[in-house]
C-alpha cells in the first residue's frame, strides 16, 4: 500500500518520498493515547451493535421454519418482540458509540492544533521564509478536521465492518456452504481492486490538499494586500489567478471523485450481481426440497446486512487514505527542527569579565535558500559596540543591513563566527536570556490584533503602566492617549487602523518599554517627519545613553543619535568612524549621505 506523495510546489520543495498508509497513521497514536479507553470501548459497543444486526436473520430463521410453518401465532409474537428487542439495542448501542466518542476527539484535535502552533512559534524564520501561510493554515485547520472525523468514523467502522463481515461470511458459509461460497469468491478481485485504487487516490488526495493549501494563500494574500489590490486595480488578475486555482482544485477534486465512483461501482455490483446468483441457486434448491425456506431467508437476509459493511469499505478506505495525507501533511510540518535543536557545537568562549557590550567577530552569512554560487550576504563581519555606545549601521540598500540585525535575536544562524553579548557567545545563552537582553524593532513594523497597550506591553512581560506611558513618551507615540480609548484602544489587524508613522512608534516603544541592555533597531524613524523625528530623537537619546544599541540608520539625522557610524560594504564592515571622520574620509559614506548635508552641520553635537 505504500506511493510516492506527489512533490509539491510551495512549501520547502521536499522531495517525493515512499509511505505507507498505516505507518502514517500510526504516527497518531501519542495525541489518541490519552483517549485509547473510550475510542476502544467505542469500537466494541460498535461490534456489538453490529453483530447483533447479523442476530436478526437467524430469528427469522426460526420464525420461518417454526412458528410460521407450524401455524402457531404466540410464536410470531414472540419473534417479532425479539426483532423489535434486537433492533432497538442496536440503535441504542450505535448511539451510545457516538456519544462515547464525541467529546474526547474534540479534545484531540484541540491538542493537535495546540502542538502545531506551539511548534510554529519556535521554528526559525528561515522556515517560515519557505513555507507559504496559506499552507500552515489549512493544515492547522482542513486537515486537522479530516483527522478529526477519520478517529471518529472511519477507523471505527473499518474495524467494526470487518468483523461484521468476517462473522458474516462465517455465519453464510456455516448455513450453506455452497451458496455461502457464491457470495465469498466475489471478495476476492474486490479486495484486489480496492487496493489498487488506493494507490491511485492517495496521490491524487496528496495533490488535493496541497492545492486547497495554495488556495488559501492566495486568500490570505488577497484579503491582507486588498489596498494593494485596489490601488492598483488588480482585483481582476486577483481574481483570475483565484479562479485559476480554484480550477485546479475543482479538477483534482473531479479525479478523486472518478475514482471514488468507480470503485463504488464496483462495490456496489459485485455483491448485488453475488447475492442475485444466490437468490436464484437458492430457491431452485428449496423448490427441489434439499434446503429449509427458512434456511433461504436467513441467508439472504444475513447478505443483505452485510451488503452495507462490504460497500462501505470503498468511502472507509478513501477517508483513511485523505487522513493518512493529512497526518502527512501534518507531521511534514512537526517535524522541521525547531531552532534550538540547532545550536552550534560552541568553541569555549574566551569569558572577557564584565561589561564587553556587542561584538562581531568573523561573522559570515548567507540564507540557507540562497543559490550555492552566489557570495554569502555577510562575508566576515568585525565589529564591536562598546557597552552604552550607540553605533549606527549604514549600507546601500541590500547591503545586508537588515539581516545583520536579524542575527543578534537569533533569528537567523550566523553560518561561521560568532557574536558576544558582554563576552558570551548568543549560542550559548538560552533563548530566553538572550531575548530578554536584546530588543529589537524592525523595519515594518508588525502590530498585531490587540490594543495599543498590549501590543507595547508585547515587549516586555512584567512591564507595568510606568514602564508604558514612559515607553509611549520615548517613542513619542502620545497619539495613544487621545485614540478613543486610550491605551485599551483595539488597533484592528496589524494595526492598519493607524498611520505608517503611528505603527512605526508603537513598534518603537514596545521595543524600549523593558529597558533592554541592548537594542537593535532597523532603521525605526523612517516614516515620521522630521520634526516628529526630531522629537523622538531627543527622548530616545536618554534611553540609548543606559543601552548599548544598533541602529540601521539611512538619514544622516539618525545616524547623529550615534556616538559613532559602522559602514557595511560588500559583506563587510568598510569603516568605522564618527559621522564626521567617515565623512571625510570614505567616499562610499559622503554619497549615501550625500543630499542632506546641509542639515547635518546644525545638528552634530
Ligand atoms: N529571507 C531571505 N532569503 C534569501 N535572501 C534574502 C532574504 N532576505 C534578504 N535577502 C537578501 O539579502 C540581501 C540583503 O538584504 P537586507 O534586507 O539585509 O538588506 P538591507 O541592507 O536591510 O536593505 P534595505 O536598506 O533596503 O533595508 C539582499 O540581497 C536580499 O535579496
Ligand atoms: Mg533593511
Redesign the pocket.
Known amino acids: 500500500m505504500s506511493v510516492t506523495s506527489e512533490p509539491r510546489a510551495q512549501e520547502g520543495g521536499s522531495a517525493p518520498r515512499h509511505r505507507s498508509t498505516t505507518r502514517s497513521l500510526l504516527r497518531l497514536w501519542p495525541y489518541v493515547r490519552p483517549v485509547r479507553a473510550r475510542l476502544f470501548t467505542a469500537a466494541g459497543v460498535a461490534v456489538v451493535a453490529s453483530c447483533l444486526g447479523l442476530v436478526i436473520p437467524l430469528v427469522l430463521k426460526w420464525m420461518v421454519d417454526g412458528p410460521i410453518t407450524d401455524r402457531d401465532p404466540g410464536g410470531v409474537w414472540l419473534g417479532g418482540a425479539l426483532l423489535l428487542a434486537l433492533g432497538t439495542a442496536e440503535a441504542g448501542l450505535f448511539g451510545l458509540r457516538r456519544w462515547l466518542v464525541g467529546r474526547p476527539l474534540a479534545s484531540v484535535e484541540a491538542a493537535m492544533r495546540a502542538d502545531l502552533y506551539r511548534h510554529l512559534q519556535r521554528l526559525p524564520v528561515?522556515f517560515h521564509?519557505r513555507w507559504a501561510s496559506g499552507q500552515l493554515l489549512s493544515r492547522a485547520t482542513t486537515d486537522l478536521m479530516l483527522l478529526r472525523m477519520f478517529l471518529a468514523f472511519p477507523l471505527t467502522f473499518l474495524v467494526v465492518n470487518g468483523v461484521t463481515v468476517l462473522a458474516g461470511f462465517a455465519i453464510l458459509l456455516s448455513q450453506e456452504w455452497t451458496l455461502g461460497l457464491v457470495l465469498v469468491v466475489p471478495a476476492v478481485p474486490l479486495v484486489i481492486l480496492c487496493s489498487f485504487f488506493e494507490t491511485r487516490y492517495a496521490a491524487v488526495a496528496r495533490t488535493a490538499q496541497d492545492q486547497t493549501g495554495d488556495l488559501t494563500t492566495v486568500v490570505e494574500e488577497g484579503v491582507l494586500g486588498v489596498r494593494i489590490v485596489k490601488g492598483f486595480g488588480r482585483h481582476r488578475s486577483q481574481a483570475r489567478a483565484f479562479r485559476a486555482l480554484s480550477e485546479q482544485v475543482r479538477s483534482t477534486e473531479l479525479h478523486k471523485a472518478r475514482l471514488l465512483a468507480a470503485l463504488w461501482a464496483l462495490i456496489m455490483t459485485l455483491p448485488e450481481l453475488a447475492i442475485g446468483a444466490a437468490l436464484v441457486l437458492g430457491t431452485v434448491r428449496v423448490a427441489d426440497g434439499d434446503l429449509s425456506a427458512g434456511t433461504l431467508v436467513a441467508f439472504l437476509s444475513t447478505a443483505l446486512t452485510l451488503r452495507w459493511p462490504v460497500e462501505s469499505l470503498g468511502f472507509l478506505l478513501a477517508m483513511s487514505q485523505d487522513a493518512a495525507t493529512a497526518t502527512d501533511r501534518y507531521f511534514d510540518v512537526m517535524d522541521a527542527v525547531p531552532a534550538a535543536a540547532r545550536d552550534r557545537p560552541r568553541t569555549a568562549p574566551p569569558r572577557r569579565r564584565g561589561e564587553d557590550g556587542l561584538r562581531f567577530e568573523g561573522v559570515e552569512f548567507r540564507?540557507p535558500?540562497?543559490p550555492p554560487e552566489e557570495p554569502p550576504?555577510l562575508r566576515g563581519v568585525d565589529l564591536h559596540i562598546r557597552p552604552g555606545e550607540t553605533m549606527a549601521l549604514v549600507?546601500?540598500?541590500?547591503?545586508?543591513?537588515?539581516?545583520?540585525t536579524a542575527l543578534v535575536p537569533r533569528l537567523q544562524e550566523v553560518t561561521r563566527g560568532r557574536i558576544t553579548l558582554d563576552g558570551r557567545d548568543i549560542t550559548a545563552l538560552p533563548r530566553e536570556e538572550l531575548r530578554a537582553l536584546v530588543a529589537v524593532a524592525f523595519?515594518e513594523p508588525t502590530l498585531f490584533s490587540a490594543t495599543a497597550g498590549e501590543n507595547v506591553l508585547m515587549g516586555a512581560p512584567h512591564a507595568g503602566r510606568e514602564d508604558l506611558l514612559r515607553a509611549l513618551k520615548v517613542a513619542q507615540a502620545d497619539f495613544v492617549h487621545a485614540l478613543p480609548e486610550g491605551t485599551e484602544t483595539e488597533v484592528g489587524e496589524q494595526g492598519l487602523s493607524l498611520s505608517g508613522g503611528q505603527r512605526q512608534r508603537l513598534a518603537l516603544a514596545r521595543a524600549v518599554v523593558g529597558g533592554p541592555r541592548f537594542l537593535v533597531l532597523?532603521?525605526p524613524l523612517s516614516a515620521l517627519d522630521v520634526h516628529t523625528e526630531a522629537l523622538v530623537e531627543a527622548a530616545l537619546r536618554q534611553v540609548l545613553a543606559s543601552t548599548t544599541a544598533l541602529v540601521?540608520a539611512?538619514r544622516p539625522s539618525t545616524v547623529l543619535l550615534a556616538d559613532r557610524v559602522a559602514l557595511?560594504s560588500e559583506g563587510r564592515i568598510a569603516a568605522v568612524g564618527t559621522h564626521q571622520r567617515l565623512l571625510r574620509e570614505s567616499a562610499e559614506y559622503r554619497s549615501l549621505m550625500s543630499g542632506q548635508e546641509g542639515e547635518e552641520g546644525e545638528r552634530n553635537p
Open positions: 528561515s521564509d540564507y535558500d540562497a550576504v549600507g546601500a540598500t541590500g547591503s545586508g543591513k537588515t539581516t545583520l523595519e532597523d532603521d540601521v539611512h557595511l
